[in-house]
């Protein structure tokens, strides 16, 4: 079973019912996936929110609405899941530019939404390095700071958190760490949309391991899972960013693997990024997909 295929499937379902209730569990049955791995592919591949979308689909068709003369603001309003006039006219006005009312007063230009489908790209088959890693439950233990998410080029947020860590710090650090990922380690977490720019993040700098912690640090649980392992080699971060995009676009809907909603690890083989062939693993643990 194809996942852009189902996921295609999930999109008429959502179009079918923008005038009635969306049930997001209905949602990901058809889609062959859980609603969180649905939510992040739609994001990546679209590069907006799921929720996003449906409000503007929404908003699409209410402009259409409003040209039928027999249409009244409110029952258009309670049609697409409005509680209240005034709530859909600031959602039509933020999007339009213009009120529900102005537009029964006839020649104004409205903003079009279409529909979307997805399909995979061919860009020139270049092969992806990966394996698949079964580990049990075990921690992330560093430092954690909230910062947002960045596409391109380095994030500096990273720095306030690095600079926390004295080289006592990092030697005992190290000295915990007794499982794969060996090393200092970068962890992603607690995404408020994993795939859209400027989203907030829990950044975790630590190490992986299954002892005993003192409290002075920042401790994530990390549950048993399959880990998708991705080699990296290339300049930083470009290859990397490169990479991420990759898993998501070509990766993901070809692969019979989904996201588990779990935290995203990437180890890096040292703190000089300067080299041309510098090596990088993402970590991105992942569950077979009900499509498979």
């Keep these: 079973m194809n996942t852009l295929t189902q996921m295609n499937k ?42 996003e979308y449906i409000r503007r689909r929404k908003l699409s068709i209410a402009a259409v609405l409003l040209n039928e003369e027999d249409n009244k603001i409110i029952d258009i309003a309670l049609q697409l899941g409005y509680n209240s006039p005034d709530a859909f006219s600031k959602a039509f006005q933020a999007m339009h530019g213009i009120s529900p009312s102005r537009v029964k007063k006839g020649n104004i230009i409205l903003k079009a939404f279409p529909p979307m489908t997805f399909q ?27 910062i947002t998410l960045i596409f391109e080029g380095v994030n500096h947020q990273m720095d306030s958190v690095l600079q926390g860590l004295t080289d006592e710090g990092i030697k005992e650090l190290k000295s915990l760490c007794d499982i794969e ?17 400027g989203s907030e993040l829990d950044q975790y700098i630590g190490v992986a391991t299954t002892k005993q912690i ?63 062939n510098y090596k990088s693993e993402i970590w991105i643990p992942v569950r077979k997909s009900d499509s498979m």
């Design 10 to 51: 999930a999109m008429r379902y959502i179009e079918q019912n923008l005038m009635g209730e969306i049930e997001f569990d209905e949602m990901s049955r058809i889609a062959c996936c859980s609603e969180y791995h649905f939510r992040r592919m739609f994001s990546f591949l679209s590069g907006m929110p799921l929720g």
């Design 214 to 276: 003192s409290a002075q640090w920042d401790v994530l649980e990390v549950d048993s899972a399959n880990w998708a392992v991705f080699t990296v080699v290339g300049e930083f971060p470009k290859a990397l960013q490169d990479t991420w995009a990759r898993i998501y676009a070509e990766w993901f809907p070809t692969s019979g693997y989904e996201l588990t909603g779990g935290p995203e690890i990437l180890w890096n083989e040292s703190p000089d990024t300067s080299k041309s």
């Design 181 to 197: 990922p060996k090393g200092m380690l970068s962890v992603s977490t607690n995404f408020s949309e994993r795939t859209v720019e």
């Design 120 to 146: 995979l790209t061919i860009k020139g088959g270049n092969e992806m390095d990966y394996r698949i890693v079964e580990k049990d439950a075990f921690k992330i233990v560093g430092l954690k700071k909230r």
